[in-house]
Nanobody, 130 residues
Framework: QVQLVESGGGLVQPGGSLRLSCVYSGFTLPNYAIAWFRQAPGKEREGVLCISNSDGSSYDADFVKGRFTMSRDKIKNTVQLQMDSLKPEDTAVYYC???????????????????????WGQGTQVTVSS
């Protein structure tokens, strides 16, 4: 049974940093993608970044603009989302999710209706406010 558990959310001031973690387990596919998504109140869920374990490729959404980075610890089965220069508009519930490796691509981060990640964590709240 695939499980993903996020942690690390909280309240941070504008311009600050936060690191989210996602511990995953139960994967049966040899190659998979793990992605971070977010959903702000009243808005649709959107893709943030993804990473593929098959070739290590990663992609990020346009709004990231170098502020967020994603890393992976294969031994600990953990991915982390380092978020810097946070803005109030980054306030959202952040989710990690998994899918087959080819789901890590720029189109899948934008088109969540046609590229449906199969397994999701419960989410962690990030609030950027002074």
């Amino acid at each position: 049974q695939v499980q993903l558990v996020e942690s690390g959310g909280g309240l941070v001031q504008p311009g600050g940093s936060l690191r989210l973690s996602c511990v995953y387990s139960g994967f049966t596919l040899p190659n998979y993608a793990i992605a971070w998504f977010r959903q702000a109140p009243g808005k649709e869920r959107e893709g943030v970044l993804c990473i593929s374990n098959s070739d290590g490729s990663s992609y990020d959404a346009d709004f990231v603009k170098g502020r967020f980075t994603m890393s992976r610890d294969k031994i600990k089965n953990t991915v982390q989302l380092q978020m810097d220069s946070l803005k109030p508009e980054d306030t959202a519930v952040y989710y990690c999710a998994s899918a087959p490796a080819h789901f890590c691509n720029p189109t899948a981060l934008r088109d969540l209706h046609n590229w449906r990640y199969e397994h999701w964590g419960q989410g962690t709240q990030v609030t950027v406010s002074s």
